[in-house]
């Protein structure tokens, strides 16, 4: 069953984005062996999956990458248990590899910060924040933090010096900031079948992203705005009602926006030192943030 669950959802795709970045990042070295590196590429993308089959038992999902969840099809007890057990994994795959220590503590790091964001999150549901700024740190906790941490040791595991190596946590931070908040744009802008799980699905879980947050400071219709995304029991016609405010709003435009800005950042921080190729593999990968639409 645990084989079944995690299989599930890691044959259901997804970008695995995360390995990615890590192999890339150890590409600074010039080595061209990485067979010693693929079994930490896998922790970090499994520390990603078992978070997911946690964050969905919290959401209640029904849906992830277009397929049932692991809560809908065996419930939250042994949901909640997968994820355990994956988490667990992570660590059994790295711990007789030689990795320098300080790979180990800093995903033990990226498990307490997952959780803390999570926690956050939770914590603000239905609530009018006053500004972007809660919703920037939650963000950060949740992906970004992820994604600089993937940079980071990929740099750090390949012995490229720490100055390369902060440039890569910089260089995935900014990644992880602009793919947040286009993962969030997603739900205000695409469809079930784009996205791979009900559009709207943020607002009806009382999660306030970053288009729904200008909408509340910007649009006319704010108070009505606030009065849907605030209510737990948001019909479906309040619902739909809730994102044309949001659209209408310059919402998404301003929210586009901000991912540019946090893409700029990015490839601002890639190092001097990368050879042409890599540095074009780096700027693809960004480049690929800002046109996505799943």
């Keep these: 069953m645990l084989s079944d669950i995690g299989s599930r959802l890691i044959g259901a795709g997804g970008k695995r984005l995360r390995p990615a970045l890590f192999l890339l990042s150890a590409r600074l070295s010039g080595k061209d062996n990485y067979d010693d590196l693929v079994p930490l590429a896998a922790a970090l993308e499994i520390t990603h999956v078992a978070s997911l089959i946690h964050d969905d ?56 910060l997952l959780t803390v964001g999570e926690i956050q999150q939770d914590s603000s549901l239905y609530k009018i924040p006053e500004d972007a700024d809660e919703y920037y740190r939650q963000i950060e906790r949740k992906t970004a933090e992820f994604m600089a941490v993937c940079c980071e040791t990929g740099a750090m595991v390949e012995g490229v010096g720490p100055k390369m190596a902060r440039q890569m946590h ?49 649009s006319s219709d704010r108070e009505k705005l606030t009065a849907i995304v605030s209510n737990p029991e948001m019909s479906e016609s309040e619902l739909a009602e809730a994102i044309t405010i949001v659209r209408e709003s310059g919402g998404v435009d301003f929210s586009r926006k901000k991912v540019q800005e946090f ?24 480049d690929y943030i800002l046109r996505r639409n799943f």
Aim: contains cysteine.
């Design 57 to 112: 038992v919290i959401d209640n999902s029904g849906l992830r990458r277009g397929k049932e969840t692991a809560n809908a099809r065996f419930g939250n007890h042994v949901a909640v248990l997968a994820g355990d057990y994956l988490f667990a994994s992570v660590f059994g795959l790295i711990g007789d590899k030689e990795y320098p220590r300080e790979v180990g503590l800093k995903l033990a790091d990226l498990v307490k």
């Design 170 to 218: 910089d260089f995935g931070y900014n990644l992880g900031m602009a793919f947040q908040i286009t993962d969030d744009l997603l739900d205000i802008t695409g469809t079930d079948a784009s996205i791979g799980k009900p559009a709207g699905s943020d607002i009806r879980q009382g999660v306030i992203t970053l288009p729904v947050i200008y909408a509340l400071n910007n």
């Design 263 to 286: 893409i700029r950042q990015a490839k601002a921080s890639i190092p001097e030192e990368c050879d042409s190729e890599l540095r074009k593999s780096f700027e693809s990968l960004a």
